[in-house]
T-cell receptor
Framework: GENVEQHPSTLSVQEGDSAVIKCTYS??????FPWYKQELGKRPQLIID?????GEKKDQRIAVTLNKTAKHFSLHITETQPEDSAVYFC????????????FGAGTILRVKS | IAGITQAPTSQILAAGRRMTLRCTQD?????MYWYRQDLGLGLRLIHY???????GKGEVPDGYSVSRANTDDFPLTLASAVPSQTSVYFC????????????FGPGTRLTVL
C-alpha cells in the first residue's frame, strides 16, 4: 500500500520568512495530493491540493509543487505570518488504494514574531 | 446541521466498556471515514464507507467496527475499549468519484482508563 513520509517534523521560522515542508510517497499510481492545516484543538482543513497532471499550483501565499518522477511534493508558504502557526499534513491518494487518503505524520510550524 | 458533526466532544471511559462515537453529515456525501490521530503518527484510517450499505477496513481496524445504514450517519463502535484506544477520533466525508477532498468533523477526544 501507499506510504507517505513528511519532513521536517517541526519547523520554526521568523515572521516574513518562507517555510517549506516536503513529503515523499511510495505508490507511483498516486494521483491526488492534498495539504491540510490543523490549528490547535481544531479539525484538519484543506488548504491546497494538486493532481498528478500538473507540476505546480499556487494560491496567494501558498504553493504546492509535485515531482512525479522523484515521487515527492512540497508545500511552500511565503511571507509567513503568526496565524500560519499550525500542524500541516500532506496526503496522497491512489486509485489502486480505492482513492483513500494516506497521511504523513505532520509538521508543526511555528512562526515567531 | 451544517457540514459534519460528531458526538460526544470528549469522553472518559473505563477499560472493557463499550462505546459508540457518532458522526453525521448533511452534505449528501457518499464516502465517509473514521481516523484516529495520535501524536507523531498523523491521521490513520480505521474504517471507511464508499456508499450506504458498504464498509471497508483501513490501516488500523482492530478493535473497532462501523455500520452505514444510511447516507448521513457513520457510527464507530469500540466493543471493549482498551487504553491503547485513547486518541482523538475524526470523522470525515467526501463526494465519491474523482473529487477526493475530505471534510472533517470537529473530533472526539476519547480517554480509556
Amino acid at each position: 500500500g501507499e506510504n507517505v513520509e513528511q519532513h521536517p517534523s517541526t519547523l520554526s521560522v521568523q515572521e516574513g520568512d518562507s517555510a517549506v515542508i516536503k513529503c515523499t510517497y511510495s505508490d507511483s499510481a498516486s494521483n491526488y495530493f492534498p495539504w491540510y492545516k490543523q490549528e490547535l484543538g481544531k479539525r484538519p482543513q484543506l488548504i491546497i491540493d494538486i493532481r498528478s497532471n500538473v507540476g505546480e499550483k499556487k494560491d496567494q501565499r501558498i504553493a504546492v509543487t509535485l515531482n512525479k518522477t522523484a515521487k515527492h511534493f512540497s508545500l511552500h508558504i511565503t511571507e509567513t505570518q503568526p496565524e500560519d502557526s499550525a500542524v500541516y499534513f500532506c496526503a496522497a491518494s491512489s486509485p489502486e488504494y480505492g482513492n483513500k487518503l494516506v497521511f504523513g505524520a505532520g509538521t508543526i510550524l511555528r512562526v515567531k514574531s | 446541521i451544517a457540514g459534519i458533526t460528531q458526538a460526544p466532544t470528549s469522553q472518559i471511559l473505563a477499560a472493557g466498556r463499550r462505546m459508540t462515537l457518532r458522526c453525521t453529515q448533511d452534505m449528501r456525501h457518499n464516502a465517509m471515514y473514521w481516523y484516529r490521530q495520535d501524536l507523531g503518527l498523523g491521521l490513520r484510517l480505521i474504517h471507511y464507507s464508499n456508499t450506504a450499505g458498504t464498509t471497508g477496513k483501513g490501516e488500523v481496524p482492530d478493535g473497532y467496527s462501523v455500520s452505514r445504514a444510511n447516507t448521513d450517519d457513520f457510527p464507530l463502535t469500540l466493543a471493549s475499549a482498551v487504553p491503547s484506544q485513547t486518541s482523538v477520533y475524526f470523522c470525515a466525508s467526501s463526494e465519491s468519484g474523482r473529487r477526493n477532498e475530505q471534510f472533517f468533523g470537529p473530533g472526539t477526544r476519547l480517554t480509556v482508563l
